[in-house]
């Protein structure tokens, strides 16, 4: 078993940055995909970027590329989202997420883990 805890979020001014971070811990001795998804009220759970287990290939979002990189330490089990130049569409909460990556690298059903969710707030 797996446990993704996020941290990272709160509010912004659009234009702003934040850098989220997801530790995981339990059977962590095999690498697995990493992503992160973002979800916002009244709308389905949207693919933001994924990471290879190796950290080798990243695959991002049309809306946030340019913008969000996504990137991972395995020393200390950690995948990080920087997030840069903010928008208020941005706003949702976002989830980290692992697993065998069988349906997309930004498809929900690529992934069996997930952590709790942090919420991202950027205002105008």
């Known amino acids: 078993q797996v446990q993704l805890v996020e941290s990272g979020g709160g509010s912004v001014l659009a234009g702003g940055s934040l850098r989220l971070s997801c530790t995981a811990s339990?059977?962590?001795?095999?690498?697995?995909?990493m992503a992160w998804f973002r979800q916002a009220p009244g709308l389905e759970r949207e693919g933001v970027a994924a990471?290879?287990?190796?950290?080798?290939?990243?695959f991002s979002a049309t809306t946030v590329k340019g913008r969000f990189t996504v990137s991972r330490d395995n020393a200390v089990n950690t995948v990080y989202l920087q997030m840069n130049s903010l928008k208020p569409e941005d706003t949702a909460k976002y989830y980290c997420?692992?697993?065998?990556?069988?349906?997309?690298?930004?498809?929900?059903?690529?992934?069996?883990?997930w952590g709790q969710g942090t919420q991202v707030t950027v205002s105008s």
């Open positions: 997420a692992a697993g065998e990556m069988r349906m997309g690298p930004l498809h929900v059903g690529s992934y069996n883990y």
């Open positions: 339990g059977n962590t001795d095999r690498a697995k995909w």
């Open positions: 990471i290879d287990p190796r950290g080798g290939f990243t």
